[in-house]
């Protein structure tokens, strides 16, 4: 539902946030692959405070 209402003219802001298509380089825990693909908490809490700030 969320891909759709942020296609819609006039709908509401929506900030897709996810793995990008590409493969990791190399293997590694938990937090280190959330930080590989930007999916830790600094990495989220920064993406979305510029979106938030662009307007």
């Given amino acids: ?3 759709i209402a942020a296609e819609m ?3 509401p802001r929506v ?5 990008r298509d590409r493969f990791s380089e190399m293997c590694g825990s938990y937090q280190y ?3 590989e693909h930007e999916l ?3 990495c989220l809490h ?3 405070r510029d ?3 662009r307007g």
């Fill in 33 to 35: 692959l959330m930080k």
């Fill in 40 to 42: 830790d908490f600094e």
């Fill in 46 to 48: 920064m993406r979305v």
């Fill in 9 to 11: 003219a006039g709908g």
């Fill in 15 to 19: 900030k897709r946030l996810g793995i």
């Fill in 51 to 53: 979106w938030v700030e």
């Fill in 1 to 3: 539902m969320a891909e």
